[in-house]
């Protein structure tokens, strides 16, 4: 799984898609979190969710969630070095749609999770974050 702990950004997953988002240009760091949002919210839930497309979402999520006001900072080394710019309100839904499918069935990260003994704190820690974005100035 490449992934030393449950951090938002503790996986090498997460670590490339902070990566890629540093390497594109400004304007076009928007539109990576939106599709990586929109990939996970659109896979149905009898469609396998990959791992990789769940972590990414989640790392998404974060970076989201993080420009909440009085939202948690992103304070990993793995996560983005680069600002971002201000993403609009109206991603928040999608991350919201996206993380109930990142702990629904038939997603493989979940599974990985499960396997590892984790899955309750795991999801834990995913449903804080759903919270965040779907709570007050949703």
């Known amino acids: 799984m490449g992934t030393w702990g449950m951090g938002h950004f503790d996986s090498d997953t997460a670590a490339d898609f902070a990566g890629s988002l540093d390497d594109a240009p400004p304007a076009k ?3 990576l979190i939106r599709e990586a949002l929109g990939f ?3 896979t149905g839930p009898e469609e396998y969710l990959d791992a990789d ?9 974060a970076l989201l969630a993080a420009q909440k ?7 990993s080394v793995y996560g983005p070095d680069e600002p971002l710019p201000p993403l609009p309100v109206e991603l928040r839904e999608l991350a919201v749609r996206a993380l109930e499918r990142v702990v629904a069935a038939e997603s ?3 599974e990985l999770w499960a396997d590892a003994g984790q899955a309750e704190q795991w999801s ?3 449903g804080e974050l759903r919270a965040i974005l ?3 100035g949703h």
């Not at 497309?53 to 999520?61: E, L, M, N, P, R």
């Not at 006001?69 to 304070?75: I, K, S």
């Open 29 to 31: 760091r928007e539109e």
């Open 40 to 42: 996970a919210a659109r």
């Open 53 to 61: 497309d769940a972590v990414t979402a989640i790392a998404a999520s």
């Open 69 to 75: 006001p009085g939202g948690p900072q992103v304070d």
């Open 108 to 110: 493989e990260l979940r």
């Open 124 to 126: 834990a820690g995913v």
């Open 134 to 136: 779907a709570g007050a």
